[in-house]
Nanobody, 115 residues
């Protein structure tokens, strides 16, 4: 059974920073791609950033240069450093671990950016 627990969300003013963490249980974390996704009210869930087991990263154009994804396999944890936050970054942020069989999701953490 894989469990993902996100933390670090909250309320921040525009221009501020937050660091999200996602701790995973189980043995699949280090071998698979992990990522952060977000869903704003009334919108579909979208990819924010992903990182492969080898450390290759990919991020959405909307967050390039502002958000950085990283992982610590020894701690089974993935991070999302978010800088220069904008009101349009407001959403529930989810972490996910993708295997060849399925994707595991966390419960989400709310990020609210005030203008």
């Amino acid at each position: 059974q894989v469990q993902l627990v996100e933390s670090g969300g909250g309320l921040v003013q525009a221009g501020g920073s937050l660091r999200l963490s996602c701790a995973a249980s189980g043995s699949i974390f280090s071998r698979n791609t992990v990522g952060w996704y977000r869903q704003a009210p009334g919108k579909e869930r979208e990819m924010v950033a992903t990182i492969t087991s080898g450390g290759r990263t990919n991020s959405a154009d909307s967050v390039k240069g502002r958000f950085t994804i990283s992982r610590d396999n020894a701690k089974n944890t993935v991070y999302l450093q978010m800088n220069s936050l904008k009101p349009e970054d407001t959403a529930v942020y989810y972490c996910a671990v993708s295997t060849v069989i399925r994707t595991y999701w966390g419960q989400g953490t709310q990020v609210t950016v005030s203008s």
